[in-house]
């Protein structure tokens, strides 16, 4: 039998389409299963129809000529190969586990998670069967980060099990030092947190399995429905592959989104916090010292954003991914768009009333990379117009030093996050020459020329007037000093999605903003995908340092994340992310950036129509007619 031809199209069973080099059929025996797709194929084989039947009599068939699954990727036995792992390399032979790997390697498995080679992740039990290099992934990557997240949610859940059997958990969104979660109709008390924090413990402790096993789907729909998890029926239901993989614990099932740990013992430091009339925080291992949980900061503003956002969720109907899709499939988007939309405009209106009550001078609006601030900023000075006041905006980009001119960091590389990019000293100049009424010449910044344009636009506040000013640094006090506080007024924002996939699997903010970038970026500044992704984690790294210190020092904050918006993220960014090949090396960002938007049908392009010109949402996609005279 010759080998799979990776040109020649083959049937993909999951989308009933024609697919062309799949990355699972590289190098693969003639006859074989792809898990990836997954897809049949071999010499003779003709293209299968799409049921469900003639897939399983395929797998059946292959399966009696004796293949086993752990060397259907092999095209003999005992063939080696070779394979790196740190400053190490060696001729393995095919199949071996990673765990495997990394001793015959003699790399220190200490920390490790995973791996990643190429595209892939493998857990620690997986096999590998390709040549090339292993990357560890430990609570230093990103990928690494989320596992042991995943991982030890699960923990908590099959604890919370234990103790408080058949107690329905949501998992919701991110807090300080982890992430916070509820438990609908049960007030736990502080006495059943600690009970569940032992029990998690003790799990680790013994250092069991995560049993992963391949489940049908009919199977998963069947027990999730008998444990009265609704919302995993729903969301499962939408699938169209046959199969998937599920993770057991202490007779509890599981299906995660991604990568697991193979034993609780690699998941031994985390903590419980509770909250009361709220929930419990799970605290998960501290960012520079991974060896202890981070700690709990009590971020009050943080959470009452939040609040909000869920009542707004009570009001739209709307708490996982499935609502939204239903809402589409009814008929009922445009609708759902003009909700939320108004909920911003009320909530915009509201904190433009207690600027005007305080007599504020000057409103500084700060926010991380993609959360809106320049359309919020806009949009706010249309409501101080409103009550009478007449807003004069200033954007904090145009104060950036000339790039040449910015200090490097030790390793030689600009951090282009740092308040050290802005003319600070001529920022407070200009402030302060505004307050006292006189005349000053705003800077414009070109960001194609990297530098500031000669001359400036005059500008002067007369009275009555109020200054908003936007940008990543306005909440940052070196802006500010010098100025009596009592006339000033902060405003936070972000996009604080409270949409989750299921009641155990968020959607996280972060994820969202990156989402909105690469499409804005795409739109606006020719910048592909894939040099967006590789910039994020330094601008997150950035935005950990100056911004968010800061977020407490708001006066109010505003989400402005949009319940609708992320149909309409994967209507522009889909194609762009499925065209990373997984040689890239941000191809699995991307991979888990497409895991999410699979799960929300794309938008008719009529109902885009639907969206207004003044949306936060049209600062990513085009559209946005605000700053227009």
Not at 29 to 49: G, I, N, Q
Not at 371 to 400: E, W
Not at 419 to 447: C, K, M, N, W, Y
Request: with cysteine.
């Amino acid at each position: 039998m010759g080998k799979h031809d990776p040109k020649k199209k083959t049937f993909n069973y999951k989308s009933s389409s024609m697919v062309e080099d799949c990355e699972g059929v590289k190098g693969a025996t003639a006859d074989f299963v792809c898990f990836h797709c997954p897809l049949v194929a071999s010499a003779e084989a003709k293209p299968l129809r799409n049921t469900r039947k003639q897939y399983e009599n395929a797998r059946n068939s292959i399966a009696r000529k004796g293949v086993q699954r752990q060397r259907l990727w092999r095209n003999e036995v005992n063939q080696r190969m070779l394979i790196a792992c740190e400053d190490k390399k060696m001729e393995l032979e095919q199949g071996m586990t990673v765990e495997q790997c990394l001793i015959k390697l003699g790399v220190s498995r200490e920390g490790v998670l995973a791996v990643q080679q190429g595209g892939r992740v493998l857990e620690m039990n997986a096999p590998v069967t390709q040549p090339g290099l292993l990357h560890l992934l430990t609570m230093h990557t990103e990928e690494g980060r989320r596992i042991y997240e995943r991982s030890v949610r699960f923990l908590l859940l099959a604890a919370t099990n234990r103790v408080l059997p058949g107690q329905r958990v949501r998992i919701e969104y991110s807090v300080s030092g982890g992430v916070l979660l509820r438990m609908p109709g049960h007030a736990i008390t502080e006495e059943e947190t600690r009970t569940i924090a032992r029990q998690m413990h003790a799990f680790a402790a013994q250092n069991l399995p995560f049993e992963k096993k391949e489940w049908t789907l009919d199977d998963a729909i069947a027990y999730f429905d008998a444990q009265g998890q609704a919302d995993k029926v729903v969301l499962l239901s939408r699938r169209t592959t046959p199969f998937f993989h599920m993770y057991g614990l202490d007779g509890m099932w599981e299906y995660f989104y991604g990568a697991m740990a193979t034993r609780t013992g690699m998941t031994q430091v985390f903590e419980l916090t509770w909250l009361p009339d709220r929930g419990i925080v799970l605290r998960l291992p501290a960012a520079n010292h991974p060896e202890k949980a981070a700690p709990y900061v009590h971020r009050a503003g943080h959470l009452a954003v939040f609040d909000q956002s869920t009542r707004w969720c009570a009001l739209l109907g709307v708490n996982n991914a499935a609502d939204v899709a239903e809402m589409m499939e009814g008929h009922r988007f445009r609708h759902f768009i003009r909700l939320n939309e108004a909920l911003h405009d009320k909530a915009i209106a509201d904190i433009a009333a207690d600027i005007a009550i305080q007599h504020k001078k000057i409103v500084l609006v700060a926010g991380p990379s993609s959360s809106g601030k320049t359309t919020f900023a806009q949009r706010l000075a249309l409501h101080l117009n409103v009550i009478g006041l007449q807003p004069l905006v200033i954007s904090l980009d145009n104060y950036y030093l000339d790039r040449d001119s910015i200090p490097l960091q030790e390793d030689g590389t600009l951090d282009l996050e740092a308040i050290s990019t802005l003319d600070v000293p001529l920022f407070r100049q200009h402030l302060a020459e505004l307050l006292d009424g006189r005349e000053v010449l705003l800077p414009t910044f070109s960001f194609k020329l990297g530098k500031r344009n000669p001359g400036g636009t005059p500008v002067r506040l007369r009275e009555g007037q109020v200054m908003v000013i936007e940008g990543i640094h306005g909440l940052n006090p070196a802006l500010s000093e010098g100025l009596h506080t009592e006339a000033i007024y902060r405003v936070f924002v972000s996009a604080l999605t409270c949409l989750n996939l299921d009641d155990h699997n968020r959607i996280r903010t972060t994820d969202v903003r990156l989402l909105r970038r690469i499409v804005r970026d795409m739109q606006f500044r020719a910048t592909p995908p894939n040099n967006t992704l590789s910039m994020w984690p330094s601008v997150r790294h950035g935005e950990e340092t100056w911004i968010f210190p800061y977020q407490e020092n708001a006066d109010r904050m505003f989400n402005t994340a949009l319940h609708y918006e992320l149909p309409v993220l994967r209507h522009y960014a889909y194609d762009l992310l499925k065209a990373i090949p997984p040689e890239n090396e941000n191809y699995l960002a991307a991979r888990r950036l497409i895991k999410t938007l699979n799960y929300f049908p794309d938008i008719d392009e009529g109902v885009l129509a639907e969206i207004p010109p003044l949306s936060l949402l049209r600062e990513f996609i085009g559209g946005c007619t605000i700053e227009e005279a």
